[in-house]
């Protein structure tokens, strides 16, 4: 242990830490400069899809809006809505209907298939679905309608069972219009039903009674003032994989005159999964690792990249997220299968009424980390190497420096245990040789400073002391209000008369001993001893605020020190003490080769006389010691009296006891 406290241990842990500082710190910087390149570039691949996205939804809905609205203001469709034939008015849709869908799927294939940004995109077919429950049987029923009206299949029917369009009918209270039952003349559903099966948030858009339900309580003609836009989750297919998101337009139907509202139209295509492979591909045999990316809608996420059974969980966060924290972009890292991944998200209709999208970019940290391993194994190999070349030169330096070092500690450490007389070498006339010689002056100095500090504190009041050696010893004489105590033993001339004076200085030195340790627990300043009288100051050089009371409780302290004494020393003592507060001239006294503080006045005459006429066991007091003290006592008046020295009657007061709400 002793090596530890040496100069070339300390030089040592002194080069370590910073060497090893620095290393940590170049790593700190690395990694986040590397984390920070990581993400920039997942954060440009979100980006660059969100605006692709937007541009898309942009022109999109701009089309879909404009065409939608303009089917909505067909007078025939209208009328026939007007008197509730919805069978006219499904027939008047549906040619209208299907072929905007085929258009506009003709057209979100083509687009996807254009280069954007220099990068060919092909945007997969995704699953789709409808909202609307079906099943083989209505299926059949409704080729069966078709056959019999003659009627050939528009070019939408020929579409894939993934890209058929979800169409509705809505009446002014929000419930999904049925259509006529088999038999009625025109009798058939807007369009042929997609055998799927509803998710289970779709109840998002239509209760069991076909309402709509995010509606809650609300009339849709109060909230439907303009065309509005939302997104859907829906499976289609016997298979439950096969999900998809829809695109949602919601038409407002009103009569062109009245303006009445009659209802709306609701049409949904599905969304094109914007360039999800083509991202996957391009990314998945980079050093990096793949992006991944989806849609969440209705708590779930579509996806043709994120494996299914990642897919929940990556929802679950998302919607956590959304749900305590309401914002509508955010990056997170989480932990999925024990492996961490970073998750980008934005909410892709913010302050919708539907249900709430968000387009989600995942991708796994594993590369990452895997790189941010490989950079730490290389830091701490150069950490090493270094703290290896440190270690060397720190022990090579250190030859000639430990040796006086050594020495000059260890007489430091003898100072600081009170040893001033400790000396060091000089061992020569270089910068340490200079120091051990500074060090051996500061000694000595500090061994006459310790003897000087000594002699005064015997001599003179520790707390005085103390303020001397702070003012240069000097205190100048200064204007105080103080309370003076006197306690002088009672028949002490008789008790010694015939004692041996060594005897005599015993017997005073114990019980000065005892009192001024009393003295000192009450803050008190011994001012001097004269014969077996002790006088003690409060407020002076320095006071408490509670001076008065701090005297009274340390007259009742000597009294009870005394008493105890009595029991266990050889001679029996009895005190009177006097007490007197007021303003007196506080100050170093004497010559300039001898000084002594103490008080000068009037007050410090009363104390003293207050004293000579105490009795043994006594306490007497002036009035304004009792008034500065009564809160924390009892004391009874004395008759006036006429004091030696003193030109005017004094009134002093007798302590009796301590009051008792006192501690």
């Not at 391009?282 to 969440?296: N, P, R």
């Not at 043709?304 to 990056?331: G, L, N």
């Not at 961490?340 to 539907?354: A, E």
């Not at 008080?599 to 009795?615: D, E, M, P, T, Y």
Request: with cysteine; aromatic share 6%; glycine share 8%.
């Amino acid at each position: 242990m002793k090596w530890f406290h040496s100069f070339r241990a300390k030089l040592i842990l002194t080069v370590f830490p910073v060497v090893a500082g620095i290393m940590i710190a170049t790593l700190v910087l690395a990694e986040w400069k590397f984390m920070a390149s990581y993400r920039k570039l997942f954060e440009e691949q979100f980006d660059s899809q969100i605006s692709s996205y937007s541009s898309a939804k942009k022109k999109r809905s701009e089309t879909l809006s404009k065409v939608l609205d303009k089917i909505a203001k067909q007078p025939e469709v209208l009328a026939a809505i007007g008197r509730k034939d919805f069978g006219e008015a499904g027939r008047m849709l549906r040619s209208q209907l299907e072929t905007l869908t085929h258009e506009r799927i003709l057209n979100d294939v083509a687009g996807a298939l254009r280069p954007a940004g220099g990068v060919p995109l092909h945007l997969p077919q995704t699953p789709a679905g409808r909202m609307n429950g079906g099943d083989k049987d209505k299926e059949k029923e409704k080729d069966k309608d078709k056959d019999r009206d003659g009627d050939k299949d528009p070019p939408g029917a020929r579409l894939p069972l993934s890209q058929m369009p979800y169409v509705a009918l809505i009446d002014p209270e929000g419930q999904f219009l049925v259509s006529p039952k088999k038999g009625v003349s025109g009798g058939r559903d807007l369009l042929p039903p997609l055998r799927s099966k509803e998710s289970a948030t779709s109840a998002e858009f239509r209760r069991k009674s076909g309402k709509m339900q995010w509606l809650g309580g609300r009339k849709l003609e109060d909230i439907l003032k303009e065309q509005e836009v939302g997104y859907l989750r829906v499976e289609y297919g016997d298979d439950s994989r096969n999900e998809q998101v829809r695109e949602v337009f919601i038409t407002p139907l009103r009569e062109p005159e009245s303006g009445k509202f009659l209802g709306a139209i609701l049409f949904g295509l599905p969304l094109q999964v914007l360039a999800e492979k083509v991202l996957y591909e391009q990314t998945k045999h980079s050093d990096l690792g793949e992006i991944m990316s989806g849609v969440w809608v209705e708590e779930g996420l579509v996806s043709t990249t994120i494996p299914k059974d990642e897919r929940d969980i990556v929802a679950a966060y998302i919607a956590d997220s959304i749900r305590h924290t309401q914002k509508t972009q955010r990056d997170m890292a989480v932990s999925i299968h024990g492996e961490r991944h970073q998750i980008y998200y934005r909410v892709l209709n913010p302050g919708s009424p539907f249900p709430l999208a968000a387009q989600v970019n995942l991708y796994p940290l594993v590369a990452m980390e895997h790189e941010l391993a490989e950079l730490r194994r290389s830091v701490g190999v150069l950490g090493v190497i270094s703290l290896l070349i440190a270690l060397l030169a720190v022990l090579y330096i250190s030859r000639g420096l430990s040796g006086p070092i050594s020495e000059i500690v260890s007489g430091t450490h003898q100072i600081e245990h009170g040893n001033f007389d400790v000396r060091v070498p000089v061992r020569s006339q270089n910068e340490l040789g200079r120091l051990a010689a500074s060090f051996n002056e500061m000694a000595a100095g500090l061994a006459l400073q310790e003897k000087y500090r000594s002699v005064l504190n015997a001599v003179a009041d520790r707390t005085v002391a103390e303020q001397l050696i702070t003012q240069s010893g000097t205190l100048g004489g200064e204007i105080r209000h103080v309370t003076m105590l006197f306690c002088d033993i009672r028949g002490f001339t008789a008790l010694t008369e015939n004692m041996p004076p060594t005897d005599v200085i015993d017997l005073l030195n114990e019980h000065m001993t005892a009192l001024t340790d009393v003295a000192y627990q009450h803050g008190g300043i011994v001012d001097k001893f004269v014969g077996d009288l002790i006088m003690v100051l409060f407020g002076a050089p320095m006071s408490t605020g509670e001076d008065a009371v701090r005297a009274v409780q340390c007259a009742l302290s000597m009294l009870e020190v005394r008493r105890n004494l009595n029991e266990v020393s050889k001679h029996t003592l009895e005190v009177g003490i006097g007490l007197a507060t007021g303003s007196v001239v506080a100050g170093c006294m004497g010559s300039e080769q001898r000084l002594s503080y103490t008080v000068l006045g009037h007050r410090v005459n009363l104390a003293s006389r207050l004293c000579s006429i105490a009795q043994a066991g006594e306490i007497i007091m002036d009035g304004e010691t009792y008034a500065d003290a009564q809160s924390f006592i009892h004391a009874e008046p004395m008759p006036p009296m006429q004091l030696k020295g003193i030109s005017e009657a004094v009134n002093p007061w007798r302590v009796v006891g301590v009051a008792a709400n006192d501690e």
